[in-house]
C-alpha cells in the first residue's frame, strides 16, 4: 500500500515539473549581465523576475503559474524584446544590439508566428512613417499624389503580410494579436480631413474589442492611442469626446476590458495635463467600472473628489524623526506632497534629484514633504539613515491602507501633489518635468 502511494506521489509530482514550462536562450555580447522580464498590461511593464545571463549570454526561467500574453524582456541598456507566453517552452537566439529586430525563434510555435510578423513588419511600418510624414508637409500636387500611392501599396503590403502569418494559426495569442496590428484599406481620392472621417467611423467595425485575454499585451493601448492620433486638436473638449465614443463602443462588452482602456486612457489625459476632459469622463463613467477594480475607483477619486481646484485633506501626524506636523499649519506659500516608497524603483531615482533642486524650491517658496507608504517602519528607517533626505518625511507604517494615502486616493508611487496655503490642490505634476514648469511658473510670476 505505501509503494502504491508513493508511486502515484512520483507520478503527481512529475506531472507537476512537466507543467512547469521554461524560457530560455542566448544572447550574443551580453555575458554576466541583468534581464528584466515584465509581464505586459498595455502600455505597462510589471516585473516578475530579475535575472542573470551565464558567462556566454545563457539565461533559464521558468513560467510558473504565469498568465498567457505578451512579456517584455528588458536589458541593462534599456533595449527589449517581447515574447509570447501561451503554455509552452520558449527557446531564442538574439544579439545585444537591437535584440528584437535579430532575434531567432528556436523553439515556440507563438513565438515563430510573431517573429515572422514582426520582422518584414519593421521595414513596412518605417515606410508607412515616412510616407505618411510626407503627406504631412508636402503641398498638394502631382507627387503628393505619387506618396499616397505609395503609402496605400505599402499598407496593403503590410495589410497582406498579415493576413498570410495569421494562417499560420489564427486562433493562437499571437494571431489574434497581430490581427489587432493591420491597416484600415482608405481610398487615395479622399482627401485628408475626408480620410481622417472614414478612418473614424470604420473604426470600430475593422478592429475588435471583445477577447479579454488581449489585455495581456498592448494590442488594446495601441488601438486606442491610434484613434486619438486621428484628432488633431488644442481642445480638451474634443479628447474627451473622442474617448466617450470609444467607451461607448466597448461598454457592453467585457467589463475587464472596459476597465483596461478606461484606465489607459485616464493614464494618458493624466500624462497630458486634459485635467478637464480627465475630470468629466471620471465623472461621467466613474459609476460604472466594476467593484473589484479598486486601483481604478482610486484613479477615479483622484480625478474627481481631489481634481485640481479642490480642498486639500488636512492630516496632524508624527513625523519620522519625532515631531508634530500639520499640513494647514504650512509656513510656506506651497507644499509638495511626495507619496513614495522605499521599494518603488522610480522613487530611488526622483527623490535625490528633488533633494539637488532645494534651492529652486526654496525660490518658489514650496516646502517638500515626503509621505512613505511603506508597511516596515525598520525599512524606512534603515533607508533614511543611508540617505540623508532633506525634508520632514512621514509614515503611518500601514503601507496603502494608511489613513493619509487613502484621503489622498495613492494608487502608485511616486505620486506628487502641489497644496497652496489655502489648502487648495493647485497642481498635480504627472513626472518631475511636469513639477519643474510648475516651479518656473510660480518663480516666474512672483
Excluded at 510573431?114 to 515606410?127: F, P, T
Excluded at 486601483?295 to 486639500?312: D, F, M, P, V, W
Excluded at 524603483?345 to 535625490?352: G, I, M, Q
Aim: proline share 2%; net charge negative; aromatic share 14%.
Amino acid at each position: 500500500m505505501i509503494k502504491t502511494i508513493f508511486f502515484f506521489c512520483c507520478i503527481i509530482l512529475g506531472l507537476l515539473v512537466n507543467a512547469q514550462h521554461s524560457f530560455t536562450g542566448v544572447i550574443d555580447s551580453y555575458s554576466n549581465k541583468g534581464l528584466t522580464i515584465c509581464q505586459q498590461f498595455g502600455d505597462e511593464s510589471k516585473v516578475i523576475a530579475q535575472i542573470r545571463t551565464g558567462s556566454n549570454g545563457n539565461f533559464h526561467y521558468l513560467f510558473e503559474d504565469k498568465a498567457v500574453g505578451l512579456y517584455r524582456i528588458f536589458l541593462v541598456n534599456e533595449d527589449s524584446f517581447d515574447i509570447i507566453y501561451n503554455n509552452e517552452d520558449v527557446h531564442i537566439k538574439t544579439r545585444a544590439e537591437n535584440p528584437q529586430y535579430n532575434l531567432e525563434v528556436v523553439k515556440s510555435e507563438e513565438n515563430s508566428q510573431l517573429y515572422s510578423y514582426l520582422v518584414e513588419n519593421y521595414i513596412y511600418d518605417y515606410k508607412i512613417d515616412v510616407l505618411n510624414q510626407l503627406l504631412e508637409i508636402y503641398p498638394d500636387g502631382k507627387f503628393y499624389a505619387t506618396i499616397q500611392k505609395e503609402l496605400l501599396k505599402e499598407k496593403k503590403l503590410k495589410n497582406k503580410n498579415i493576413k498570410k502569418v495569421i494562417k499560420f494559426n489564427p486562433d493562437s495569442f499571437a494571431g489574434r494579436y497581430i490581427s489587432t496590428f493591420r491597416e484600415i484599406p482608405v481610398s487615395i481620392k479622399l482627401n485628408d480631413i475626408q480620410k481622417r472621417e472614414f478612418l473614424k467611423d470604420k473604426y470600430f467595425e475593422f478592429y475588435d474589442f471583445s477577447d479579454k485575454a488581449l489585455i495581456n499585451s498592448d494590442a488594446y493601448t495601441n488601438l486606442v492611442l491610434n484613434y486619438f492620433k486621428l484628432f488633431k486638436s488644442n481642445d480638451q473638449q474634443v479628447y474627451f469626446e473622442a474617448a466617450k465614443t470609444i467607451l461607448d463602443e466597448i461598454f457592453f462588452g467585457d467589463p475587464e476590458i472596459f476597465n483596461h482602456v478606461f484606465e489607459y486612457i485616464l493614464t494618458g489625459f493624466e500624462s497630458l495635463s486634459l485635467d478637464e476632459a480627465a475630470y468629466k469622463l471620471s465623472m461621467e463613467y466613474g459609476d460604472l467600472c466594476t467593484e473589484d477594480n479598486e486601483h481604478l475607483k482610486l484613479r477615479i477619486k483622484s480625478n474627481t473628489e481631489l481634481a485640481i481646484g479642490s480642498q486639500a485633506p488636512d492630516f496632524t501626524v508624527t513625523t519620522v524623526s519625532g515631531g508634530d506636523y500639520t499640513l494647514s499649519e504650512m509656513k510656506t506659500d506651497y507644499t509638495l506632497l511626495v507619496f513614495w516608497a522605499t521599494w518603488c524603483t522610480h522613487c530611488e531615482v526622483a527623490l535625490p534629484r528633488l533633494a539637488a533642486a532645494k534651492s529652486v524650491f526654496k525660490e518658489a517658496n514650496m516646502e517638500i514633504i515626503a509621505i512613505s507608504v511603506d508597511s516596515e517602519k525598520s525599512e524606512l528607517e534603515a533607508y533614511l539613515q543611508e540617505n540623508n533626505l532633506p525634508w520632514k518625511t512621514i509614515c503611518q507604517c500601514e503601507g496603502w491602507d494608511g489613513s493619509i494615502a487613502v484621503d489622498y486616493a495613492v494608487f502608485a508611487t511616486p505620486l506628487m501633489i502641489i497644496v497652496d496655503k489655502n489648502m487648495k490642490i493647485v497642481a498635480k505634476p504627472y513626472n518631475e518635468e511636469k513639477l519643474y514648469d510648475y516651479l518656473e511658473e510660480i518663480i516666474t510670476n512672483k
